[in-house]
């Protein structure tokens, strides 16, 4: 995390105009912390996956409502853990209704 912190701190002084760091160094730098930070990245969400809390999140191609297309296919809605319903009444409470 260092090189993380180190690049975005010199970038910030660069773009102020009071670093004596040239653009090509610190764009190496800054490539540098980003790999850095992906692999740290990756390390966690392997992590999450590894411990089954991972989530996939449904691509909806449909409008709205009690009954949607996901990858083209027809389901019924069923958002109770969403804390923002999706418009059209796809919330628990409409569906006791």
């Known amino acids: 995390m260092w090189a993380v912190r180190t690049a975005f701190g010199q970038a910030g002084a660069l773009w102020r105009g009071r670093s004596n760091v ?6 190496r730098r ?3 912390a980003l790999a850095q930070l992906r692999g740290i ?3 966690e969400l392997e ?3 590894g411990a089954g809390t991972w989530k996939s999140e449904r691509v909806i191609t449909s ?3 009690p009954h949607i ?7 019924e809605c069923r958002s109770k853990n969403n804390p923002l319903p ?3 009444g796809c919330h628990p409470l ?3 209704l």
């Not at 040239?22 to 764009?27: I, T």
């Open 86 to 88: 999706p418009a059209g």
């Open 30 to 32: 800054a490539q540098s």
């Open 47 to 49: 992590g999450i996956r």
């Open 22 to 27: 040239g653009w090509e160094r610190l764009a």
């Open 63 to 65: 409008r709205q409502g």
């Open 41 to 43: 990245l990756e390390g």
């Open 69 to 75: 297309r996901v990858d083209g296919h027809p389901q």
């Open 94 to 96: 409409f569906q006791l």
